[in-house]
């Protein structure tokens, strides 16, 4: 999930809330599919604006005739300390679940710096390195695994000045400090379009790749979505 939409906001913005959902129910002649899908990430600044907080969660399911073809969810915790205008700190607690996948558990927590690379009133840019120590449960294997890994990302947000399109992208490495050869990527891409003030049309891409799972071989998954999203912001006026 796009954790940069949230955050990616200017300096005189202490309260976000926002939330994506989407609903499908469709039915042939008994054959149905259901689809829900639900995303809310919320950022809280502090009054001198060094300290932020960040919690988000997404959950995504299709299921027909009792079978699911997705069902997966994830809650992520942060906290963010600035040190100068260009350096901050950051933590980050998270658990998440695919059951379709090898992996089908993950929970981990980092701590590292983040840099801000650009900063202007339309794009801004960060680069960010973390050491990570993750938990990964294999419902096939019925094992644990536990791993020390790099974590590192880039993410950028552009907002187009005229039509006041939202565009944000996040790219993370993750590999294994003992095995470079066995990384993680994710990539989640998010643009939102606007209607009025609150209410925005938006369409995500996310894709997750894993180099070697616990059987020993690679996996992705990747998900599009198009929906409704509402934004709720308290300005420091």
């Known amino acids: 999930m796009n954790i940069e939409s949230a ?30 899908s639900d995303a809310i990430y919320t950022q ?39 040190l100068t205008q260009v350096i901050r700190i950051e933590t980050f607690v998270q658990s998440q679940s695919n059951k ?9 927590i980092a701590a590292g710096l983040r840099f801000k690379a650009i900063s202007t009133e339309h794009i801004r840019m960060y680069l960010a390195n973390s050491y990570m120590y993750e938990v990964e449960i294999s419902d096939p294997l019925n094992q644990k695994f536990y ?3 790099n974590n590192t990302y880039m993410s950028l947000s552009i907002v187009l000045p005229k039509s006041k399109i939202n565009i944000t992208n996040i790219l993370y490495y993750q590999p294994l400090y003992r095995d470079f050869s066995n990384y993680n990527i994710s990539e ?10 609150k209410i925005n049309v938006n369409s995500s891409f996310y894709y ?14 990747s998900t599009v979505y198009i929906g409704i ?9």
């Not at 990616?8 to 129910?25: A, E, G, I, P």
């Not at 989640?188 to 003030?197: A, G, R």
């Open 7 to 36: 955050r990616m906001q200017t300096d005189s913005v202490r309260f976000v809330l926002n939330n994506d959902f989407s609903f499908r129910y469709n039915d042939n002649d008994g054959n149905y599919i259901f689809e829900v």
């Open 44 to 82: 809280l600044k502090s009054k001198d604006f060094r300290k932020l907080y960040f919690f988000l969660g997404n959950l995504g399911l299709i299921r027909s005739k009792g079978e699911d073809f997705s069902n997966n969810w994830l809650l992520h915790l942060r906290f963010n300390y600035r």
């Open 100 to 108: 379709l996948l090898d992996v089908s558990g993950r929970h981990l």
């Open 147 to 149: 791993n020390h890994r």
């Open 188 to 197: 989640q891409f998010k643009i939102e379009v606007p209607l009025s003030e």
């Open 208 to 221: 997750f790749f894993d180099s070697q799972t616990p059987i020993n071989r690679s996996q992705y998954t």
């Open 229 to 237: 999203g509402v934004n709720l912001d308290s300005s420091n006026k």
